[in-house]
């Protein structure tokens, strides 16, 4: 059957109250940029839930799979939206219940009465309702408490609102609501998840990634920009700034101690990764690390790391094991891109030994012995700023920062 529009639900917006209209905007403007380039739609919003109207010509299971993405919205109903008259309701239920039923299922009737003006009470029409479903469809029996599935039928002022399916939409609050941060994006499994996690509350990410070509190759910065456009799918777009990380990277295993050289390059990667959050106007620098898994994420590399910024450092994947990650990798599609195997520039120098309880004040000797702002000024001026679209090849936003 033919579905005329899609009704969206939100999620912890209907929990806002002054300001509800500011994220129900920004709500509709992330639906609207997900549909590119579709055609045959209209997006009407209001306070409570928001309507796309839908032409006929245009695939419905698209929408539904592109809306359902967006963070914000907690559900999605193909809906059939009829007049008020009785026996158009009933037709229009009949219709619905065959488009979901099985032979041997059990069915319930649950009518919404919005509209208290309305002649007829709940409970009437729910036995009207069902009795014509019953009549049309023999096989079909009512199970009020367990029901296979539901036949929902909305009476609002504007007409009778009809849908048995319920899709889960992608929760959260809608991007562009809660701040801007900079996510340090490698290839691996992690940082994607931890760029979609911080945008499921609501936040706007620009991306960096460091790499150091002829170390790393062009198939693992291509990998990072896949990542890029799997979470743009949720975003619209992301701004990812490509870091030549080559000068700095050979220097300090010219300077530091083999085993210290990983805590070194994650500091001069935050340095860099400290002033393009200053230049962009992000409030906090995001990134995939988690407690204990590596030897650059215990509590005491931490520490020795973070002291070369003052900027907020999100990690949302903090305290979760591996198994959960993969799993919340799989779930938003990055999983089978980051196992390819193209490996980062942290990857291929990883030490033998790697300390993993580096002291500050030692790292902070080692490095200086050699005066790296040249080089950390050199990078900055050539990192290369990519758009990232879901849809289309990514365009340069700008040379360089």
């Known amino acids: ?181 900079l996510l340090m994006l490698s290839g691996g499994i992690d940082s994607p998840v931890a760029g979609i996690e911080v945008m499921k509350r609501g936040v706007t990410i620009e991306a960096i990634h460091f790499h150091s070509p002829p170390f790393t190759s062009e198939e693992a910065k291509q990998k990072v920009i896949d990542l890029t456009r799997i979470m743009a799918e949720t975003a619209g777009e992301i701004k990812l700034h490509l870091v030549p990380f080559t000068e700095i990277q050979k220097t300090i295993h010219k300077v530091v101690p083999e085993n210290m050289t990983m805590t070194s390059t994650r500091r001069m990667m935050l340095k860099i990764a400290d002033r393009v959050a200053g230049n962009i106007n992000a409030q906090a620098i995001v990134n995939g690390e988690n407690l204990g898994q590596v030897a650059s994420q215990t509590l005491g590399s931490m520490h020795a790391i973070n002291a070369v910024t003052n900027m907020p450092i999100l990690r949302p994947l903090l305290t979760l094991d591996k198994d959960e990650i993969i799993i919340k990798a799989k779930d938003i599609g990055t999983f089978e891109t980051s196992i390819k195997p193209f490996e980062d520039c942290c990857t291929i120098f990883t030490p033998k030994n790697p300390k993993t309880n580096p002291k500050l004040e030692k790292m902070e000797k080692f490095e200086s012995r050699f005066d790296f702002e040249p080089l950390l000024n050199a990078a900055i001026d050539h990192i290369e700023v990519l758009t990232i679209t879901k849809e289309r090849p990514e365009e340069n936003f700008s040379d360089f920062l």
Request: glycine share 8%; proline share 3%; charged share 30%.
């Open 1 to 181: 059957m033919r579905y005329d529009q899609l009704l969206v639900r939100y999620g912890e917006l209907t929990l806002k109250s002054g300001n509800r209209h500011t994220f129900v905007n920004q709500l509709k403007g992330n639906v609207k940029h997900a549909l590119i380039p579709l055609t045959g739609y209209q997006v009407h919003a209001n306070r409570d839930r928001m309507y796309i109207h839908l032409d006929e010509h245009i695939d419905v299971e698209e929408v539904i799979r592109r809306v359902s993405k967006v963070f914000g919205i907690h559900s999605v109903s193909p809906v059939m939206r009829v007049d008020k008259e009785l026996e158009t309701i009933k037709a229009a239920a009949v219709l619905v219940a065959k488009d979901v039923d099985q032979e041997g299922r059990t069915f319930k009737v649950d009518v919404k009465r919005y509209d208290k003006n309305y002649p007829m009470e709940t409970f009437e029409l729910q036995q009207v309702i069902g009795g014509a479903i019953l009549k049309d469809i023999e096989h079909l029996t009512v199970n009020v408490r367990q029901p296979d599935y539901k036949v929902t039928v909305e009476i609002r002022q504007d007409g009778a609102y009809l849908y048995s399916r319920i899709e889960k939409g992608a929760g959260g609050l809608p991007v562009g609501t809660g701040g801007k941060t």
